[in-house]
């Protein structure tokens, strides 16, 4: 498997609305997208900009969301994963679960629009890692 570009990092906010404030007038963040639900996924999501990854912002949505004992842990919020893209989601997968990696879920499809599924922090140096599959139009 060849590991592929940093995407996002994940962070989970218990408010979408004032973690955009912070990123507009605390970073200077000037492309910020409008947040969407994810119902599938549990989270409102909205990307913010920057030159060499985006930052994503997730907000608990329902009651089933996998981030909500995340944020009971750190009330504030915090980092809450890496996301890499692959060429391939299915060689990824296989590539992870031949070396014993717990693979969290099914592959889905994630807020960019391609297969994602999530690697579990203890297997992976403490980090939830995403993987995702690059968009068709940037191979
Ligand atoms: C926007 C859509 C999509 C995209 O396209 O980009 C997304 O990014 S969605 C993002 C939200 N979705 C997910 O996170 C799905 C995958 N996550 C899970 O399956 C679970 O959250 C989890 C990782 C298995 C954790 O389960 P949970 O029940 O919340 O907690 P536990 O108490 O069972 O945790 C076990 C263990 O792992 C540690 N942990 C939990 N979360 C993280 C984290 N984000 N980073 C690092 N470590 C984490 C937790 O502290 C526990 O450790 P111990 O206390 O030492 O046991
Ligand atoms: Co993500």
């Known amino acids: 498997m060849k590991l592929g570009r940093l995407n996002h990092v ?5 408010s979408i609305e004032a973690s955009v404030a912070f990123y507009r ?7 910020i997208r409008e947040p969407f639900d994810l119902p599938a996924q549990g989270v409102k999501v909205c990307f913010v900009d920057t030159p060499n990854a985006q930052i994503e912002l997730i907000e ?6 996998p981030i909500h004992t995340f ?8 980092q809450h994963h890496l996301c890499y893209e ?4 299915d060689e990824a997968r296989a590539w992870f679960e031949a070396k014993g990696v717990r693979v969290l879920g099914a592959p889905r499809i994630g807020a960019h629009g391609t297969m994602i ?3 579990h ?15 068709r139009n940037q191979h």
């Open 71 to 78: 944020l009971a842990r750190n009330p504030g919020g915090g």
């Open 121 to 135: 922090p203890k297997d992976m140096g403490g980090v939830l890692t995403e993987i995702m599959e690059t968009p």
């Open 117 to 119: 599924f999530f690697l």
């Open 60 to 65: 608990p949505l329902g009651d089933a969301s």
């Open 86 to 89: 692959v060429p391939d989601i």
């Open 10 to 14: 994940g962070v989970a906010t218990p």
């Open 25 to 31: 007038d605390m970073m200077g963040a000037e492309v």
